[in-house]
C-alpha cells in the first residue's frame, strides 16, 4: 500500500481471495411461448455470471430450427434492431424480440422452433432455442 506521503508499506491478510480480470459471461433463456409468438414476439431473459456490469448495443439474429438444440436450422434469418441494455454482473435483462413474422414465409408447413443468437458490441454472446414450437401453416 501507498500512503498520502508516499510511503510504501507491505501488508498481509488472514482471509484468502482470488483476483480475475474482468469479463462478460452471457446465456440467453426464452420465456415460454405464446399462442401468438410468432405475430408478437417473445421474451428472452439475458443472464451475465461475469464480475462486471455489461452495458453495450445489443444484436439479435431471429430464426428457426427443426430441433431442440439448434442443430438443424432451416429458413431465413433475421437482424433486428440493437437496442442498449445494462445486464449487471450476475444479474440478467429481459428481451422481447419480434421479426420471426417476417421470415415465416421461408419455411414450408410444419413446426419449429425459435431461435435467438444475440451478442453485444464487445463481442460476448449468447443462443437460445425456446422450449417449445410454434406451428407455420401454409
Known amino acids: 500500500m501507498t500512503d498520502a506521503f508516499g510511503a510504501t ?5 488472514s482471509t484468502t481471495f482470488n483476483i480475475a480480470a474482468a469479463f462478460v459471461t452471457l446465456s440467453a433463456a426464452f420465456a415460454p411461448l405464446t399462442g401468438e409468438a410468432l405475430r408478437s414476439g417473445a421474451t428472452v ?13 445489443i444484436t439479435s439474429t431471429l430464426g428457426f430450427s427443426t430441433d431442440a438444440a439448434s442443430l438443424n436450422p432451416v429458413g431465413q434469418t433475421i437482424a433486428v434492431a440493437p437496442a442498449r441494455l445494462r445486464i449487471s454482473k450476475n444479474g440478467s435483462a429481459k428481451l ?16 419449429y422452433f425459435l431461435t435467438a443468437t444475440i451478442a453485444d458490441q464487445n463481442g460476448n454472446h449468447a443462443f437460445a432455442v425456446s422450449g417449445t414450437e410454434v406451428t407455420v401453416v401454409s
Not at 422481447?96 to 413446426?111: C, D, E, F, Q, R
Open 9 to 13: 508499506t507491505t501488508t498481509s491478510s
Open 45 to 57: 431473459t439475458l443472464a451475465n455470471s461475469g464480475n462486471v456490469d455489461d452495458l453495450a448495443l
Open 96 to 111: 422481447h424480440l419480434n421479426g420471426w413474422k417476417s421470415i415465416v414465409s421461408s419455411l414450408p408447413a410444419g413446426t
